[in-house]
């Protein structure tokens, strides 16, 4: 049986206060038995207190991006042995609004992916096509695209070790989720890209859909052969809008 897993990506939201209640409600609600893998991706101020609520417990945590380099003159950057050094496991590459508002190519994001994997986190690619892409019948050629860059620099064998996020971008925010059946095609897509070059990696890779997961649609979408959980944006901010997704992998 897979394993879901549930991501909650915090975004650019958060107080201190916020963090202990959301982060203590979701540690005391969600269990180490329960049908998912429980994670969260908190802005990285708040990651020291992350790890000293969470450290010990079956919940896990990554940041939201990285600089491609180790260390330097970069200000206002984080490296992925900075993020190591607060626990973190996992870490998104080439978010959407990461894409969009800060200009990172697929390339940029292949830089980063590698990045993250030499300092020993494993990267979560985000993956999607915009409304004008869908429309004009694009989208497994940009989510082909996306992830091309990733195999051309790093190889398929890097997927052993990581996760695809599918969010297209028209659901991202706008309570507009993909039909299970949508997500599920472009899902199927993306393992099938994976089979053809190793049957393996494909079989074990974690494909998360994103966009606008709720408690209501979460199990119909955990349902589809290859959805393999959900990265959760505005339902991660709030303790019982999380639980009832991550119940849904029960
Ligand atoms: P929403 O769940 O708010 O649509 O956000 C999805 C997302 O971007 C998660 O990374």
């Known amino acids: 049986m897979r394993r879901i897993m549930v991501a909650g990506n915090w975004k650019m939201h958060g107080s201190l206060e916020m963090v202990e209640t959301l982060l203590g409600g979701v540690i005391n609600g969600s269990g180490p038995d329960s049908g998912a893998d429980v994670v969260v991706f908190p802005p990285f101020p708040y990651l020291q207190l992350v790890q000293s609520m969470a450290s010990g417990t079956h919940l896990g945590w990554g940041g939201q991006t990285l600089n491609p380099e180790p260390k330097g003159a970069h200000t206002g950057e984080v490296s992925g042995s900075m993020l190591k050094d607060f626990g973190c496991t996992y870490v998104l590459v080439g978010h959407s609004e990461r894409?969009?508002?800060y200009g990172e190519s697929n390339e940029d994001v292949a830089s980063r992916f590698e990045a993250a994997q030499s300092a020993g986190l494993v990267p979560v690619l985000c993956v999607g096509e915009t409304i004008e892409q869908r429309e004009t019948g694009l989208t497994e050629e940009v989510v082909a695209g996306q992830i091309d860059a990733i195999l051309a620099r790093s190889g398929v064998s890097a997927f052993e070790q990581a996760i695809v996020a599918y969010e297209p971008v028209w659901a991202i925010g706008t309570g507009h989720t993909a039909s299970p059946e949508q997500a599920q095609a472009?899902?199927?897509?993306?393992?099938?890209?994976?089979?053809?070059?190793?049957?393996t990696i494909a079989g074990r890779l974690r494909i998360l859909y994103g966009g606008s997961v709720k408690g209501s649609n979460a199990t119909e979408l955990f349902a589809q052969a290859d959805i393999d959980g959900g990265l959760?944006?505005?339902?991660?901010l709030t303790v019982e809008d999380f639980l009832a997704i991550c119940r849904c992998a029960d």
């Open 186 to 199: 472009v899902h199927a897509f993306i393992r099938n890209k994976f089979a053809a070059l190793d049957d």
């Open 99 to 101: 894409r969009a508002i």
């Open 232 to 236: 959760v944006g505005g339902a991660s």
